[in-house]
């Protein structure tokens, strides 16, 4: 498989090194010459200096034996001609990174068409999606939709009254019907895939596969409590915080927004009819003691400064928050932010390079990104060594979990030591990035 | 050789003078409804007054249309001359507008002349004149007279200006600074892309309502005299009656079912309303000033009709209730009950309260006009809000439409005006002699052009009860309040020291290059 990715931004670089994994072949198109050297010099992968518009450039990239075209550069333009040339060269699938909002709307389609773009992905309304699930999680500081839909994955923190603490996984998995199962456990900013001698620890971060009905049982057992969202403050006025504000104001939820630019709020203040509008710096504590930030229940960080954002969802925490989340760009930030008192962080690079990781696996893809665990789904092929094996039979590779099954009728059902899997089935899986890959050859096709 | 005649002199040295040429134009229209006036008194009347009639509406017309033809408009004008255009028409129109009265001796007074004068044209209604002393039903004037005093409001009731607009051929931009001078409410909403087709619009629709309304009241009993002038008076909810029992007069529940409808619509933004008929209701239906508009109506009949008093609590008393409210909402002023002795004190305040509101912006009625209540209201939100969060940005909405800050501002200073001019007068009145609610209706009264007040100039009486100095400060409250204050008050502060610009515009020449 051949996939030209354009633009070695976060998104670019972030989705290259995951392909890499797959055993794909990479192309980067990118028209810095500083940020294309640094990017080859990384990663195994082919680097063209150009415009993601230029057909010398997108040649040289190979394209006319390329499988998927990834035009993510933050630049709409560039983004939709390289989709429209990709189509003249028979690129199968063009995933286009859209940030403009009139474009997303309806009347747009037909431009879209003409364009040629297969699947549109649009980094800051993905972000506000997620954050939007989060909030409504019920306490959870992940939340991961499976395609089953009543498969999800929580991610939270087990407290100290949690009644699970200090447990087994096998007695826990025996005392619960198997009702849910634990993916990986997070101790000491270090990711596992536990066996099931693994105890639950207070203060452990964990990932639990659970059938949608039992979510508030598991949050309660986890020792989570939930509030329900009425008063939320959002720092930062930028897209997300717009889309967000939106939505939340029609969910009848009381809404600030803290924009620093003048200009900027004044807009926002005349877009969003019921959000207060505040214009003043998200760092300035005074302000934020002001707005009494602690009387909210949920404060979101959205501002382009991964500092700030974590520095004011730390303050809010202090002053009685009861959830706060970050947005955070440097991926490699988004693994300490939680000594901050940050509950929940996420990146919007993340969210749009998981959509094109979705579509060039034809699977779902969740990763975590705090290390190279993955949360994957499969479909088992007729010709896979897992064909009509019990997972007591099976050995998988070391760092690799499989959670849920769901047949071909879609009944899901956990994962235990009887559950049985059969072609057609579609797999969860929980590992590691390398033992994905190792499992990947098993799966048939 | 050309014939030289009047009119090739007029063009051969036609300058450039935006407010010559306006007023010219205005001469020539009120001049045909004087003219309007005599042929109808000259065929149905009794009187001679047709000959001051025909003479002062000959002469204004002849006058006028000289003016206009030795002027044009050039493309560059300063926007003191439009506001000094709309004043200097408007005093002038006035002043013309009581010579009829005048001429004819229906009074012999010249104040009480120009104020029977200013209140027609400013739509206001007040009147100063009397009951016939052989037949105390009608008043003490012949048919061409009553005609004049009601075309008078219906000139007014949509505006000269806008009409002249209307009928000018193409304009260049100054088009709709002149409308928003003269057109009631804040907003100059186009209809079209051009300010000529708007206006033409506007009046075509006034037209059609007026002629749709006669018709109604000449369906329900009124013979046609009666069906043209309080058609007129209705539509441009002035209220001039031709009978001093206003329209109690008829006695006939049809007839004022069909006036609470009209003065309800009339109250309406007309654009609004000229999107209705063309097929879209969406534009009113949900236009929040309209919903406001509405429910002030339903409240103000509902806490009527309820303090009114145990006897008015009848079918009759609903119907006088809905007839006042949309009376004084709507800025029109005929009565049908004398509220002023037959009503509580109670059911009397609300309807002091609505005094000054009057409708909605577009329409012809009078008052600060709804939308500017919902923006002042919305400013004062925000201010409240801002105590508590210094930096909120928070723009003034109507509904859901933002309002510019510019235009905010403007109507702030609207309201500020219009208390401290209301508020003065109401001081100045009641200096002079008058009680003290008969000083305050007088002042809002004549600022909102409604016509009633109350106390000593409720709708049984006149406003010969107020003194002089009283008389005289309504006909400037009503001149400013019909052309919304700026205008005037712009005008005025240039007055004193006028710029030798406009000054040589004026009076002086500047001959056209080509």
């Given at each position: 498989m051949h996939v030209i990715i354009i633009g070695a931004g976060e998104v670019g670089v972030y989705l290259a090194k995951r392909l890499q994994y797959e055993g794909v072949d990479v192309a980067m198109i990118e028209l810095d010459p500083i940020k294309a050297a640094k990017v080859s010099n990384k990663l195994d992968i082919q680097v063209v200096v150009g415009s993601g518009s230029s057909p010398v450039a997108l040649k040289e990239a190979g394209i006319e034996k390329a499988d998927i075209l990834a035009a993510v550069t933050q630049n709409d333009e560039v983004n939709l001609v390289a989709s429209l040339l990709a189509k003249e060269n028979n690129v199968a699938t063009t995933v286009v990174r859209v940030?403009?909002?009139?474009?997303?709307?309806?009347?747009?389609a037909n431009l879209l068409q003409a364009a040629g773009v297969d699947i549109l992905i649009d980094p800051d309304a993905e972000t506000a999606d997620e954050i939007l699930t989060l909030i409504g999680a019920n306490g959870a500081k992940e939340f991961y939709q499976m395609s089953a839909s009543q498969l999800i994955v929580l991610g939270a923190t087990v407290t100290e009254e949690a009644p699970l603490a200090q447990q087994a996984l096998t007695s826990i998995y025996a005392s619960a019907d198997n009702a849910f199962l634990v993916g990986t456990i997070t101790r000491d900013e270090k990711t596992i895939i536990p066996r099931g001698d693994e105890k639950l620890l207070p203060g452990d971060h964990v990932r639990v596969l659970c059938q949608r009905s039992d979510q508030i049982r598991l949050l309660q057992l986890l020792g989570v409590t939930a509030k329900k969202a009425r008063r939320v403050m959002i720092l930062g006025g930028g897209a997300v915080a717009e889309r967000l504000a939106g939505r939340l104001c029609s969910a009848g939820i009381e809404v600030t927004v803290i924009e620093k630019d003048s200009d900027r709020a004044d807009a926002l203040a005349r877009r969003l009819e019921k959000a207060m509008v505040i214009c003043g710096d998200i760092t300035d504590t005074e302000l934020l003691l002001q707005e009494s930030v602690g009387e909210a229940d949920v404060v979101i960080a959205t501002t382009g400064e991964d500092a700030s954002n974590v520095l004011a969802c730390g303050f809010a925490a202090t002053e009685g928050t009861h959830f706060t989340v970050a947005v955070i760009h440097r991926l490699d930030l988004l693994a300490m932010?939680?000594?901050?008192?940050?509950?929940a962080s996420l990146s919007p690079r993340k969210a749009s390079a998981n959509a094109v990781l979705r579509q060039i696996r034809k699977g779902n893809v969740h990763s975590i990104l705090e290390s190279d665990v993955e949360i994957d789904e499969f479909i088992i092929g007729p010709d896979s060594e897992l064909d009509r094996h019990s997972l007591a039979d099976i050995s998988l590779p070391k760092n690799l979990l499989i959670g849920a099954v769901t047949t071909r009728n879609g009944i899901s059902s956990i994962a235990n030591d009887q559950t049985e899997i059969n072609a057609g089935d579609t797999v969860i899986v929980f590992g590691t990035s390398k033992a994905v890959s190792r499992l990947r050859p098993k799966l048939g096709s | 050789m050309r014939k030289l005649t009047l009119r090739t002199i007029a063009k051969s040295k036609q300058r450039p003078n935006l407010i010559l040429h306006v007023l010219g134009l205005t001469l020539v229209l009120v001049g045909g409804a004087l003219l309007l006036s005599a042929l109808v008194e000259l065929t149905v009347g009794d009187t001679q007054d047709w000959v001051p009639l025909l003479a002062i509406g000959a002469t204004s017309t002849i006058v006028g249309y000289f003016l206009q033809e030795a002027t044009y408009i050039s493309e560059r004008i300063a926007r003191i001359e439009v506001f000094a255009a709309v004043t200097i028409s408007w005093v002038v129109m006035s002043l013309i507008g009581s010579l009829p009265y005048l001429l004819t001796k229906t009074f012999t007074r010249f104040d009480n002349a120009l104020f029977e004068s200013i209140s027609g044209l400013s739509t206001t209604g007040a009147t100063v004149l009397q009951a016939n002393p052989d037949n105390p039903i009608i008043f003490d004037a012949s048919k061409g007279i009553l005609l004049w005093r009601s075309l008078s409001q219906w000139i007014g009731g949509m505006g000269v200006i806008v009409l002249i607009v209307a009928i000018l051929p193409a304009l260049g931009n100054w088009g709709m600074g002149l409308l928003q001078a003269e057109a009631p409410g804040p907003t100059g909403e186009?209809?079209?892309?051009r300010v000529r087709h708007t206006a033409r619009k506007l009046w075509v629709f006034y037209l059609g309502f007026t002629v749709a309304v006669s018709f109604a009241y000449l369906a329900a009993g009124m013979d046609f005299y009666e069906a043209a002038t309080h058609g007129l008076t209705t539509v441009s909810t002035g209220g001039f009656s031709i009978y001093t029992k206003s329209m109690g007069h008829f006695d006939s529940a049809l007839i004022e079912w069909i006036a609470i409808s009209a003065m309800f619509i009339a109250g309406a933004s007309f654009s609004l309303l000229y999107k209705l008929i063309f097929g879209k209701p969406g534009p009113l239906l949900r236009s929040i000033e309209f919903r406001v508009y509405c429910l002030v109506v339903l409240v103000a009949v509902s806490l009527t009709f309820l303090t009114a008093g145990a006897q008015h609590q009848t079918a009759d008393g609903l119907r006088n209730a809905f007839f006042s409210v949309t009376s004084i909402v709507s800025t029109?002023?005929?009565?049908?009950?004398d509220f002023v002795n037959d009503w509580t004190f109670q059911a009397q305040s609300v309807l002091f309260f609505l005094l000054p509101l009057g409708g909605m912006a577009g329409s012809t009625s009078g008052g600060v006009k709804l939308v500017r209540v919902l923006t002042v209201g919305s400013f004062a939100r925000r201010e409240i809000m801002n105590q508590l969060h210094p930096g909120l940005k928070r723009p003034i909405r109507i509904g859901k439409i933002v309002v510019d800050n510019s235009v905010a501002s403007q109507v702030l200073g609207f309201f500020i005006l219009t208390l401290a001019i209301f508020g003065g007068g109401a001081l100045l009145i009641s200096l002079s002699g008058e009680p003290l609610l008969t000083a305050f209706s007088a002042s809002a009264t004549s600022l909102g052009n409604v016509g009633p007040g109350f106390?000593?100039?409720?709708?049984?009486?006149?406003?010969?009860?107020?003194n002089p100095i009283g008389r005289a400060f309504s006909m400037v409250a009503m001149l400013l309040g019909r052309l919304e204050i700026y205008p005037i008050i712009v005008a005025l502060t240039r007055l004193p020291r006028p710029s030798r610009r406009l000054w040589r515009r004026i009076t002086t020449s500047r001959i056209q290059a080509s």
């Amino acid at each position: 498989m051949h996939v030209i990715i354009i633009g070695a931004g976060e998104v670019g670089v972030y989705l290259a090194k995951r392909l890499q994994y797959e055993g794909v072949d990479v192309a980067m198109i990118e028209l810095d010459p500083i940020k294309a050297a640094k990017v080859s010099n990384k990663l195994d992968i082919q680097v063209v200096v150009g415009s993601g518009s230029s057909p010398v450039a997108l040649k040289e990239a190979g394209i006319e034996k390329a499988d998927i075209l990834a035009a993510v550069t933050q630049n709409d333009e560039v983004n939709l001609v390289a989709s429209l040339l990709a189509k003249e060269n028979n690129v199968a699938t063009t995933v286009v990174r859209v940030e403009a909002d009139e474009l997303h709307k309806k009347d747009a389609a037909n431009l879209l068409q003409a364009a040629g773009v297969d699947i549109l992905i649009d980094p800051d309304a993905e972000t506000a999606d997620e954050i939007l699930t989060l909030i409504g999680a019920n306490g959870a500081k992940e939340f991961y939709q499976m395609s089953a839909s009543q498969l999800i994955v929580l991610g939270a923190t087990v407290t100290e009254e949690a009644p699970l603490a200090q447990q087994a996984l096998t007695s826990i998995y025996a005392s619960a019907d198997n009702a849910f199962l634990v993916g990986t456990i997070t101790r000491d900013e270090k990711t596992i895939i536990p066996r099931g001698d693994e105890k639950l620890l207070p203060g452990d971060h964990v990932r639990v596969l659970c059938q949608r009905s039992d979510q508030i049982r598991l949050l309660q057992l986890l020792g989570v409590t939930a509030k329900k969202a009425r008063r939320v403050m959002i720092l930062g006025g930028g897209a997300v915080a717009e889309r967000l504000a939106g939505r939340l104001c029609s969910a009848g939820i009381e809404v600030t927004v803290i924009e620093k630019d003048s200009d900027r709020a004044d807009a926002l203040a005349r877009r969003l009819e019921k959000a207060m509008v505040i214009c003043g710096d998200i760092t300035d504590t005074e302000l934020l003691l002001q707005e009494s930030v602690g009387e909210a229940d949920v404060v979101i960080a959205t501002t382009g400064e991964d500092a700030s954002n974590v520095l004011a969802c730390g303050f809010a925490a202090t002053e009685g928050t009861h959830f706060t989340v970050a947005v955070i760009h440097r991926l490699d930030l988004l693994a300490m932010v939680k000594r901050f008192g940050v509950d929940a962080s996420l990146s919007p690079r993340k969210a749009s390079a998981n959509a094109v990781l979705r579509q060039i696996r034809k699977g779902n893809v969740h990763s975590i990104l705090e290390s190279d665990v993955e949360i994957d789904e499969f479909i088992i092929g007729p010709d896979s060594e897992l064909d009509r094996h019990s997972l007591a039979d099976i050995s998988l590779p070391k760092n690799l979990l499989i959670g849920a099954v769901t047949t071909r009728n879609g009944i899901s059902s956990i994962a235990n030591d009887q559950t049985e899997i059969n072609a057609g089935d579609t797999v969860i899986v929980f590992g590691t990035s390398k033992a994905v890959s190792r499992l990947r050859p098993k799966l048939g096709s | 050789m050309r014939k030289l005649t009047l009119r090739t002199i007029a063009k051969s040295k036609q300058r450039p003078n935006l407010i010559l040429h306006v007023l010219g134009l205005t001469l020539v229209l009120v001049g045909g409804a004087l003219l309007l006036s005599a042929l109808v008194e000259l065929t149905v009347g009794d009187t001679q007054d047709w000959v001051p009639l025909l003479a002062i509406g000959a002469t204004s017309t002849i006058v006028g249309y000289f003016l206009q033809e030795a002027t044009y408009i050039s493309e560059r004008i300063a926007r003191i001359e439009v506001f000094a255009a709309v004043t200097i028409s408007w005093v002038v129109m006035s002043l013309i507008g009581s010579l009829p009265y005048l001429l004819t001796k229906t009074f012999t007074r010249f104040d009480n002349a120009l104020f029977e004068s200013i209140s027609g044209l400013s739509t206001t209604g007040a009147t100063v004149l009397q009951a016939n002393p052989d037949n105390p039903i009608i008043f003490d004037a012949s048919k061409g007279i009553l005609l004049w005093r009601s075309l008078s409001q219906w000139i007014g009731g949509m505006g000269v200006i806008v009409l002249i607009v209307a009928i000018l051929p193409a304009l260049g931009n100054w088009g709709m600074g002149l409308l928003q001078a003269e057109a009631p409410g804040p907003t100059g909403e186009r209809l079209t892309p051009r300010v000529r087709h708007t206006a033409r619009k506007l009046w075509v629709f006034y037209l059609g309502f007026t002629v749709a309304v006669s018709f109604a009241y000449l369906a329900a009993g009124m013979d046609f005299y009666e069906a043209a002038t309080h058609g007129l008076t209705t539509v441009s909810t002035g209220g001039f009656s031709i009978y001093t029992k206003s329209m109690g007069h008829f006695d006939s529940a049809l007839i004022e079912w069909i006036a609470i409808s009209a003065m309800f619509i009339a109250g309406a933004s007309f654009s609004l309303l000229y999107k209705l008929i063309f097929g879209k209701p969406g534009p009113l239906l949900r236009s929040i000033e309209f919903r406001v508009y509405c429910l002030v109506v339903l409240v103000a009949v509902s806490l009527t009709f309820l303090t009114a008093g145990a006897q008015h609590q009848t079918a009759d008393g609903l119907r006088n209730a809905f007839f006042s409210v949309t009376s004084i909402v709507s800025t029109t002023g005929y009565g049908t009950v004398d509220f002023v002795n037959d009503w509580t004190f109670q059911a009397q305040s609300v309807l002091f309260f609505l005094l000054p509101l009057g409708g909605m912006a577009g329409s012809t009625s009078g008052g600060v006009k709804l939308v500017r209540v919902l923006t002042v209201g919305s400013f004062a939100r925000r201010e409240i809000m801002n105590q508590l969060h210094p930096g909120l940005k928070r723009p003034i909405r109507i509904g859901k439409i933002v309002v510019d800050n510019s235009v905010a501002s403007q109507v702030l200073g609207f309201f500020i005006l219009t208390l401290a001019i209301f508020g003065g007068g109401a001081l100045l009145i009641s200096l002079s002699g008058e009680p003290l609610l008969t000083a305050f209706s007088a002042s809002a009264t004549s600022l909102g052009n409604v016509g009633p007040g109350f106390e000593e100039i409720g709708p049984s009486n006149d406003f010969t009860q107020i003194n002089p100095i009283g008389r005289a400060f309504s006909m400037v409250a009503m001149l400013l309040g019909r052309l919304e204050i700026y205008p005037i008050i712009v005008a005025l502060t240039r007055l004193p020291r006028p710029s030798r610009r406009l000054w040589r515009r004026i009076t002086t020449s500047r001959i056209q290059a080509s």
